[in-house]
């Protein structure tokens, strides 16, 4: 990749387009923000197999509102330990810092300004309860590492083996289109699945998308409509969400622009009581 990396610079230095940022995914795989000139000149290198867009990135789920029902897992039952992530180190990726009392104001990383998703979100998988006790977590006694959307799955190998953080939620996304497709197997896929071979210890886990009302196709209503950014991966879990009633279309399902099925899982996804900012 180093060599690759020079190889690049002088390439865009000598049509003066230097300073172009660029992010390796994985030894293959690199993401740079490019000029068409650029891009033009780039794809002209016999190292260049293939260009694909990186899209945009937004938050996922912002709607949720209602009750968590995580106390089954923590008071566990029948022989099973209950289970509140004492010990556990995770990551979350979202728009903004996580600022609430039940998940820390100052938490380590978080340099950009609150968001109401990421305090949602956040409170989702390790919310204390103190402002309400319904509001507690998943997984109250967990750590928590908060970074700006994907820049948690960039640094997770980092994060690995310095915080031993072996989760990641990712609330986010970069859409579903129908046409040409959805549930691309991105850059952002290559990267995930990659990581997580080098990884094995480590999950990466994705919202589905909120693309539930989309007709794709001859499928039906809310089918083939799996966000465009990490969720086709092969290797991580996507969940997708449902209503109490069954009957909501919010949240994107498979199957992948490749025939796979997902999500691998699906709960209820929205009306959930949770944290948010203020």
């Keep these: 990749s180093n060599q690759v990396r020079q190889i690049v610079a002088v390439v865009l230095k000598e ?35 293939y260009a694909m867009p990186a899209r945009k990135l ?31 180190v995770m990551g979350v990726g979202d728009e903004g810092r996580v600022d609430h009392i039940d998940n820390g104001y100052n938490e380590e990383g978080q340099d950009y300004h609150s968001q109401y998703h990421s305090a949602h979100v ?13 509001m507690k977590g998943f997984a109250p006694k967990a750590t ?18 310095n915080k031993r ?24 896929s290559g990267q995930a699945d990659q990581q997580l071979l080098d990884y094995p210890n480590m999950m990466h ?23 465009n950014s990490f969720q086709a991966a092969k290797n991580v879990i996507t969940v997708g969400g449902t209503s109490r009633d069954g009957l909501t279309n919010k949240f994107s399902r498979g199957p992948v622009n490749d ?14 009581l949770s ?3 203020g």
């Design 165 to 188: 953080m072996v989760l990641t939620y990712n609330s986010y996304g970069a859409g579903s289109y129908c046409v040409p497709y959805s549930g691309e197997y991105s850059g952002y």
């Design 275 to 277: 944290t948010i900012m």
């Design 58 to 88: 937004f938050p996922l789920n912002s709607d949720a509102t209602d009750n968590l029902l995580g106390q089954a897992v923590q008071r566990g039952g029948n022989g099973v330990p209950g289970l509140l992530g004492k010990g556990v």
């Design 205 to 227: 886990v994705f919202a589905a998308g909120n693309s539930g009302d989309l007709q794709c196709g001859n499928f039906p209503m809310g089918y083939r409509s799996i966000d």
């Design 259 to 272: 025939g796979r099925i997902k999500p691998e899982i699906s709960g209820i996804g929205n009306n959930m």
């Design 122 to 134: 956040a409170g989702t998988m390790v919310g204390a309860g103190i402002v309400n006790p319904i």
């Design 144 to 161: 928590l590492l908060v970074d700006f959307f994907n820049n948690i799955i960039y640094r997770a190998p980092e994060y690995y083996m």
């Design 15 to 49: 049509e003066k387009l230097a300073g172009t940022a660029m992010l390796f995914l994985n030894k293959r795989l690199a993401e740079m923000e490019l000029s068409e000139t650029a891009l033009e000149k780039i794809l002209d290198q016999p190292f260049i197999l």
